[in-house]
């Protein structure tokens, strides 16, 4: 079982930056692909960028050049740079992980953008 606690949303203009993490449990994160996904009111869930275990990143075409996803294996966390973001950005973002196809999800964090 595989806990995942999203922080840093909140409520920023239109242009400006937040940075979300996300903090796991247990001792096997170094193995699991992480993900960050998104969820508009009135809209499908949908990836906003990934990183598996060996580090490659992957990205919405949205997203691309104003969002970054790293991770620290020793701290057990995945965090999101949003950076230059746009009223469309706003929606609860989620936190994914991913064992083999065994997947948790986090509780959400609200991102606001306001133009």
């Known amino acids: 079982q595989v806990q995942l606690v999203e922080s840093g949303g909140g409520l920023v203009q239109a242009g400006g930056s937040l940075r979300l993490s996300c903090a796991a449990s247990?001792?096997?994160?170094?193995?699991?692909?992480m993900g960050w996904y998104r969820q508009a009111p009135g809209k499908q869930r949908e990836l906003v960028a990934s990183?598996?275990?060996?580090?490659?990143?992957n990205y919405a075409d949205s997203v691309k050049g104003r969002f970054t996803v790293s991770r620290d294996n020793a701290k057990n966390t995945v965090d999101l740079q949003m950076n230059s973001l746009k009223p469309d950005d706003t929606a609860v973002y989620y936190c994914?992980?991913?064992?083999?196809?065994?997947?948790?999800w986090g509780q959400g964090t609200q991102v606001t953008v306001s133009s």
């Open positions: 994914n992980a991913d064992l083999g196809g065994v997947i948790w």
């Open positions: 990183i598996n275990r060996g580090g490659s990143t």
């Open positions: 247990g001792r096997s994160f170094s193995r699991y692909s």
